[in-house]
């Protein structure tokens, strides 16, 4: 499966080292959103705890969440079950779940002021126990990931409440006041920092930056509220942990990945699915890993149209640091067998 030879004989993780820039035979392989919807198994589990938001903080129920794709697929990455709304959360705004409609957030700060919210960073501590939970759960040879949401991803359900097709109150907001949209990116930016620092403390291997609104601004607002505030967070947290691997997934982001890549610090980039894999290894660094951008549509689509889009990505690729992944989160109605086909085709 894996080409040893090219993979630190220190490392038992294949995609902790392809993280370290090592370029296996085939690549690594995890799913963004792998622990969730698709899965009978998740469904079960949810019906039985009740809300989204009540499994993301029920720590046994989250480390089990965690598991089950593990279990099921034996894919090379765990990634934490949670939510990137866990850190407004614990920064003081309300948090809740509407069936069918998605997250709310109240005060909306388009409105409200971030200095009438009461922090309470102790809503992230059953997280935290997740992670420690999982860690002792979790086989050497699988990476365990943490994650957090981007701030400007964070920031736009923080200013509109919820979330929205063309976060247009957070973009007129950064354009029209930016020193109060600029204070709720800094206190992002701080929680983000302690919150990710604290997963690492409890046993994850290496952490993945969502920012999956990104690619709405434009190339001077995307440097200013995407790549300066990544960067600040990668350097914080490079202090605190300089072993610890980042990826980045600025979604959206088309070419300004290049500067991206060059001005944030992050060790890996993870590309959607609208990026020509082959545009990705001609103008990234050639040591840079890259994750991805399998559609997840083309994994519902499965057969002929699957294999088909796995080999161009594998193609593309091959001869860099490559974990394989979707460009986006897996959908809800992925067939069990889509994947299962997916995972032996990666691993031919």
């Known amino acids: 499966m894996h080409d040893s030879s090219v993979i630190d004989p220190g490392v038992t993780a294949p995609l902790l080292s392809v993280l370290r820039g090592a370029v296996p035979a085939r690549p690594p392989l995890w799913l963004m959103r792998q622990a969730g919807r698709y899965l009978p198994e998740y469904r079960a589990l949810r019906a039985e705890k009740g809300g989204f938001l009540d499994l993301c903080y029920d720590s046994e129920s ?13 894919f090379d990455g765990a990634i934490l079950f949670s939510d990137i709304l866990v850190v407004p959360h614990a920064l003081g705004q309300d948090l809740w779940f509407e069936a069918g409609e998605g997250p709310r957030l109240a005060p909306p700060l388009v ?6 919210l009461v922090p309470a960073p102790q809503r992230l501590a059953p997280i935290i126990d997740t992670v420690r939970r999982v860690r002792a759960a979790l086989a050497p040879q699988t990476t365990f990931l943490g994650f957090a949401g981007s701030p400007w991803t964070v920031a736009t359900y923080m ?58 601004l434009s190339p001077a607002q995307f440097r200013q509220w995407v790549i300066a505030p990544n960067a600040r967070i990668v350097k914080a947290l490079k202090l605190r942990h300089p072993d610890t691997p980042i990826i980045g997934f600025p979604k959206g982001a088309g070419a300004k990945l290049v ?10 980039l993870g590309l959607d699915e609208t990026l020509d894999p082959a545009w990705a290894a001609r103008e990234l660094p050639a040591h840079l890993p890259l994750q991805g951008n399998l559609d997840p549509l083309s994994l519902i689509a499965g057969g002929e149209t699957l294999d088909r889009a796995v080999d161009a990505i594998l193609e593309a690729l091959s001869g860099r640091p490559h974990i394989f992944n979707l460009g986006h989160g897996i959908l809800p109605d992925t067939p069990i067998a889509h994947v299962e086909q997916l995972v032996a085709r990666v691993r031919g």
């Open 259 to 268: 500067d991206y890549a060059q001005e944030t610090g992050v060790d890996a």
């Open 62 to 74: 989250a480390a089990e969440v965690t598991l089950q794709p593990i279990r099921r697929f034996g």
């Open 159 to 216: 200013v509109a409440g919820q979330g929205s097709k063309d976060h247009a109150a957070a973009r007129r907001m950064a354009y029209q006041q930016p020193a109060k949209f600029g204070a709720i990116i800094d206190a992002v930016i701080e929680t983000t920092v302690d919150y990710l620092s604290d997963q690492i403390a409890a046993g994850v291997d290496a952490v993945q930056l969502f920012d999956s609104w990104a690619g709405s």
């Open 111 to 116: 409105e409200g002021e971030l200095t009438s």
